[in-house]
């Protein structure tokens, strides 16, 4: 299985006027990913996700030049079988060999942002090879499912306090029984925020999960304000609520309140989530699969959130091939309890693949399909490749 070519592919496609939506980050009319793909000498092709944005919309030319020009040269030639040495090789540069013999990291300077999201996108396409190879889904190689169905939860929840409470009904009325919605910086004031989630837990009752997000725009105060202004609607958890900058910060806020707090999304590598429990700023564990490092990363965050009894529910918020991936390291995990399902949108994750991406009455079915189980839509890659 040795690799003859890595390329990567920017894609930027339109959200249609009717599903775009407005958040701390503007007025969403595209939805961007990098798509990388991986090419044997055989010509079998594995695909997988490097982002540039945690959000929807982000230039990912870097991804693409990082991907191409940095990553393919040293992975020509290997075989794509040896994924973590691969990992240990792409995060440590030129004093690889030093890691491989002495057991402990050499990085690269670039040993955060650009560098390891494309490494991400790189080690997905390598799980994605490897699981077709020996025709069975990358939850398996990963030692199988802790879970035949998992619950998902609807993401998205942007309308006021008029309208948030018929945009989750939207979502549970497709058989949904968690939610997610934004506040923040986006709802200009702390109380606006407070007012929104109260009238979101008036619109759904008592029962439905309700998880609230600003990412990351609260200051600490506002953030001990918003806590304690939606102590009495019971939210699952309360994630990002200041700048991921500040560790120390979220930790505060932590303490200050009973809410569950969920970080993570905006974190590379193990070493970035292991501060954020350090800290003791975390109930919930976020890897992204396209940020993180890939599979092989997220696994190990997996394995941290086991060990410190904190729940893992990774970011899936992106294209078909980071959620599938994410879907993956959730089953496999047995600190996961739920799934992130996007609900706003979002054409990379059901207009990119052939495959048709479901959660049947809010729930998520183990994958059955080899390696991620998703191919691209290679017309829909030409159209809007950039």
Same mark, same amino acid.
């Given at each position: 299985?040795?690799?003859?070519?890595?390329?990567?592919?920017?894609?930027?496609?339109?959200?249609?006027?009717?599903?775009?939506?407005?958040?701390?980050?503007?007025?969403?009319?595209?939805?961007?990913?990098?798509?990388?793909?991986?090419?044997?000498?055989?010509?079998?092709?594995?695909?997988?996700?490097?982002?540039?944005?945690?959000?929807?919309?982000?230039?990912?030319?870097?991804?693409?030049?990082?991907?191409?020009?940095?990553?393919?040269?040293?992975?020509?030639?290997?075989?794509?079988?040896?994924?973590?040495?691969?990992?240990?090789?792409?995060?440590?540069?030129?004093?690889?060999?030093?890691?491989?013999?002495?057991?402990?990291?050499?990085?690269?300077?670039?040993?955060?942002?650009?560098?390891?999201?494309? =490494?991400?996108?790189?080690?997905?396409?390598?799980?994605?090879?490897?699981?077709?190879?020996?025709?069975?889904?990358?939850?398996?190689?990963?030692?199988?499912? =802790?879970?035949?169905?998992?619950?998902?939860?609807?993401?998205?929840?942007?309308?006021?306090?008029?309208?948030?409470?018929?945009?989750?009904?939207?979502?549970?009325?497709?058989?949904?029984?968690?939610?997610?919605?934004?506040?923040?910086?986006?709802?200009?004031?702390?109380?606006?925020?407070?007012?929104?989630?109260?009238?979101?837990?008036?619109?759904?009752?008592?029962?439905?999960?309700?998880?609230?997000?600003?990412?990351?725009?609260?200051?600490?105060?506002?953030?001990?304000?918003?806590?304690?202004?939606?102590?009495?609607?019971?939210?699952?958890?309360?994630?990002?609520?200041?700048?991921?900058?500040?560790?120390?910060?979220?930790?505060?806020?932590?303490?200050?309140?009973?809410?569950?707090?969920?970080?993570?999304?905006?974190?590379?590598?193990?070493?970035?989530?292991?501060?954020?429990?350090?800290?003791?700023?975390?109930?919930?564990?976020?890897?992204?699969?396209?940020?993180?490092?890939?599979?092989?990363?997220?696994?190990?965050?997996?394995?941290?959130?086991?060990?410190?009894?904190?729940?893992?529910?990774?970011?899936?918020?992106?294209?078909?091939?980071?959620?599938?991936?994410?879907?993956?390291?959730?089953?496999?995990?047995?600190?996961?309890?739920?799934?992130?399902?996007?609900?706003?949108?979002?054409?990379?994750?059901?207009?990119?693949?052939?495959?048709?991406?479901?959660?049947?009455?809010?729930?998520?079915?183990?994958?059955?399909?080899?390696?991620?189980?998703?191919?691209?839509?290679?017309?829909?890659?030409?159209?809007?490749?950039?």
């Amino acid at each position: 299985m040795k690799i003859a070519k890595v390329e990567a592919y920017w894609l930027s496609c339109p959200i249609p006027p009717a599903k775009q939506h407005r958040s701390d980050y503007g007025l969403l009319t595209d939805f961007d990913m990098t798509l990388v793909v991986v090419t044997l000498e055989d010509g079998r092709q594995g695909f997988g996700e490097g982002k540039a944005a945690v959000g929807s919309s982000g230039a990912c030319s870097s991804i693409v030049t990082c991907v191409e020009k940095e990553l393919a040269p040293t992975l020509i030639g290997m075989d794509a079988r040896n994924i973590n040495e691969i990992w240990e090789r792409l995060y440590n540069g030129t004093r690889d060999h030093y890691a491989l013999k002495r057991g402990r990291v050499f990085p690269i300077l670039g040993n955060r942002g650009i560098h390891i999201a494309a =490494m991400s996108g790189v080690d997905m396409a390598l799980w994605d090879l490897l699981g077709k190879d020996l025709n069975v889904p990358i939850v398996q190689l990963l030692g199988g499912a =802790m879970r035949p169905k998992m619950e998902a939860y609807a993401s998205g929840g942007w309308q006021d306090a008029e309208g948030i409470g018929e945009q989750l009904r939207s979502y549970t009325d497709k058989g949904f029984k968690a939610v997610k919605m934004r506040v923040g910086v986006m709802d200009d004031t702390v109380a606006n925020s407070v007012a929104r989630v109260k009238a979101a837990r008036f619109a759904l009752g008592p029962d439905i999960k309700i998880m609230a997000d600003a990412h990351g725009t609260f200051s600490v105060p506002e953030a001990k304000q918003f806590c304690r202004g939606v102590e009495d609607s019971n939210l699952y958890w309360f994630e990002e609520p200041i700048s991921p900058d500040n560790k120390q910060g979220t930790a505060e806020v932590r303490k200050s309140t009973c809410t569950p707090i969920a970080a993570g999304e905006s974190e590379f590598t193990r070493f970035n989530i292991r501060e954020l429990i350090d800290h003791r700023a975390v109930d919930v564990i976020q890897p992204d699969c396209a940020i993180i490092g890939g599979i092989t990363e997220a696994m190990r965050v997996a394995g941290l959130a086991a060990a410190y009894q904190l729940e893992l529910a990774p970011h899936c918020w992106g294209s078909a091939f980071s959620f599938m991936a994410g879907v993956a390291v959730a089953f496999a995990s047995p600190s996961a309890a739920i799934i992130e399902f996007s609900s706003g949108g979002n054409p990379m994750m059901y207009d990119l693949v052939n495959e048709k991406i479901t959660a049947e009455e809010g729930m998520m079915v183990a994958p059955t399909r080899p390696g991620l189980g998703v191919t691209p839509d290679w017309d829909f890659v030409k159209e809007y490749r950039q």
